[in-house]
């Protein structure tokens, strides 16, 4: 079927003019997918607050202002009111997504790093290298995701810096499976062959031939990660365990809201709704990316 | 059958193995001397002395290991050390609690998440998939505690329809307050899986819909509900079976948050006090039943699924 369709492309319009699909850039594979787009829009909201808090007039996060306590959205002086301390949510809401979004992205480099090497070393050597790492992943598995990040930080105790490495080590296992299917797959293929035939090492091998190769499959897994990041870290830090005042994020900032339902609560809605579409944001992202890089991976 | 039952059951062990070996070296990874650490700092040198060699926290680490599995197997987590009371007993009573929350979970994950998806697929295109698929969407990314917050909001503070936290009444109930006091949190929790159960079985159906065997199921004049409803998804099970399956640890580890929330007195509520207090047996025993019977859990999804597909048990 599609030969005849190129043939009558190419004799209508000029080489020049016609564009293979595989060659589209991802950018215009990514802009046919509307929601993708949508997704990535909500991605540059979050990224945008994360960076301009510093450079955008907004008021001191931590200022207590106690006469404008729980004052409502559109309050004078107040565009999305205050908290039960009288602070600014507005102002508290973007310096708050720096620690979010550290938070998130830190443990998802973690995860992604550790995970990768476990699933190329894995895939690659084989034998006892791969019965090794693959029952650990197993044991890992075998723990409801949440858990193991609260195990974690039993061992550890509450806080940011050990909230981070938990949630990173319940997503090792998915880097690790993914990475180790593909290697499988990458080790057997004609041009890791020949790079062998001609003498490559195991170390050009692994991180020239097969990580290179698998880049496309580890963004998007990757991508569709922080989603999950950010409502774990969220998620930690309302229960207690997470980020630690004085310092707050998102998740601690829904934590101290909750307390105030009775009273308007946006105090706690706003945070709420804030973080659900970021991880919206990153979810559609990743959605489109994998259909844009990989379409095989759709039901993964 | 056996075979493969025999086969997977033996793929368990080393999982239960490894399993063992986290949980029991939870207390010797923590920063500082288990002994220490369980009597506080006010402790005389001598009492964690003594405390350490009860313990038998001076004898060679395998050694300890054994006897602390020894323990476990017959049923002895040791005392809380802020209750002052067995583990166990305490451990299954909140496992209940949270097994109703997680079934309650289920049940709204399976009637919603695959009814939406099955209709979705018999109305392809309409406005009806399209809202569904929508709003499916949106349900994958609703954080927990941002789904339980509205929905305290919603029904139990403006509209007072439901009970906002709790199992039963003060006074105490019967199971008819114990269903009001559960919709709201197995809602809230089953609300995701039930938006990825309702893509999933979409797409399913709409592959298995497509079949020849369905074509000629229509040609012979089955009916339209028998095709869909018989043909279809018993094929289309097996994949739902398989997302159940990932759903349940995910319900699981999301009991913690939606326990918290709501205040249900589960075994999720009662381990964030526990690691709060630090009070590690309380900690162990927790993180060891909810990990044991996640793993049989699996087993049973992967018996069901080569009952479902004899190509699998035959591989």
Not at chain 1, 69 to 87: K, N, Y
Not at chain 2, 14 to 27: E, Q, T
Not at chain 2, 33 to 55: F, I, N, Q, Y
Not at chain 2, 148 to 172: E, K, Q, T, V
């Amino acid at each position: 079927m599609s030969k005849p369709t190129t043939e009558m492309a190419a004799t209508e319009t000029s080489p020049s003019e016609v564009v293979p699909p595989l060659r589209q850039s991802l950018i215009a594979r990514l802009a046919r997918n509307r929601l993708s787009l949508v997704g990535a829009f909500l991605v540059a909201v979050a990224g945008f607050m994360a960076l301009s808090a510093p450079f955008l007039p907004l008021a001191d996060p931590n200022a207590v202002n106690t006469a404008d306590r729980l004052a409502d959205i559109g309050s004078p002086g107040h565009l999305l009111g205050a908290d039960e301390l009288g602070r600014y949510i507005l102002s508290r809401l973007f310096w708050r997504a720096r620690i979010t979004l550290a938070v998130s992205l830190a443990a998802t480099a973690i995860a992604m790093t550790v995970g990768t090497i476990m699933g190329l070393v894995s895939g690659y050597l084989l034998g006892w290298a791969d019965t090794v790492i693959s029952r650990v992943v197993d044991v890992l598995m075998a723990f409801p995701f949440f858990l193991l990040a609260l195990s974690e930080i039993a061992i550890l105790g509450p806080g940011l810096l050990n909230g981070m490495p938990a949630v990173a080590l319940v997503n090792v296992p998915f880097f690790a499976r993914i990475v180790r299917g593909t290697t499988l797959t990458l080790r057997e293929s004609d041009f890791v062959l020949a790079a062998r035939g001609m003498g490559a090492g195991h170390s050009r091998i692994l991180f020239r031939h097969i990580l290179l190769n698998s880049v496309s499959t580890l963004i998007i897994a990757t991508t569709l990660n922080i989603g999950w990041m950010i409502t774990a870290a969220a998620a930690l830090s309302l229960l207690g365990l997470g980020v630690q005042p004085p310092t707050s994020d998102w998740g601690t900032m829904l934590a101290s809201g909750r307390q105030y339902l009775s009273a308007p609560p946006h105090t706690s809605l706003l945070p709420g709704l804030v973080i659900f579409f970021t991880v919206l944001g990153f979810n559609l992202l990743g959605d489109g990316l994998r259909d844009a890089l990989d379409p095989r991976m759709r039901e993964v | 059958m056996r075979k493969y039952l025999l086969g997977r059951l033996a793929q368990t062990i080393p999982v239960l193995f490894g399993i063992s070996i986290l949980v029991f070296a939870m207390l010797h990874l923590a920063p500082g001397d288990p002994a220490d650490m369980l009597l506080g700092s006010e402790a005389t040198a001598e009492s964690v002395e003594k405390l350490r060699h009860d313990m038998g926290l001076d004898r060679p680490l395998v050694v300890q290991y054994v006897a602390w599995a020894g323990r476990m197997v017959k049923g002895d987590m040791g005392r809380s050390t802020v209750l002052n009371r067995q583990v166990l007993p305490e451990i299954v009573k909140r496992f209940k609690a949270t097994l109703i929350l997680t079934a309650g979970a289920l049940t709204f994950a399976v009637v919603f998440g695959v009814g939406i998806g099955i209709l979705a697929a018999t109305y392809q295109h309409s406005v009806f998939d399209s809202v569904a698929m929508l709003i499916a969407l949106a349900g994958v990314s609703m954080p927990i505690f941002f789904t339980g917050i509205a929905a305290i909001l919603i029904f139990a503070m403006d509209l007072r329809w439901l009970p906002s936290s709790g199992m039963y009444p003060a006074a105490g109930g019967d199971i008819f307050d114990l269903l009001r006091h559960l919709i709201l949190p197995a809602v809230t929790l089953g609300a995701v899986s039930a938006a990825i159960l309702a893509r999933m079985t979409r797409s399913a159906m709409l592959e298995v819909i497509r079949q020849d065997y369905v074509r000629t199921a229509r040609a012979k004049g089955v009916g339209e509900r028998r095709v869909i409803w018989v043909h279809a998804l018993r094929n289309a099970s097996i994949t739902i079976v398989t997302v159940l399956g990932m759903q349940f640890g995910y319900l699981l580890g999301g009991s913690v948050i939606t326990e918290t929330v709501f205040s249900w007195p589960g075994i999720g509520q009662m381990m964030v006090r526990a690691i709060q207090a630090r009070d590690y047996p309380m900690v162990q025993g927790g993180v060891l039943l909810v990990a044991t019977s996640f793993v049989f859990v699996n087993l049973a999804v992967d018996l069901l699924y080569a009952w479902l597909d004899p190509r699998i048990r035959y591989s």
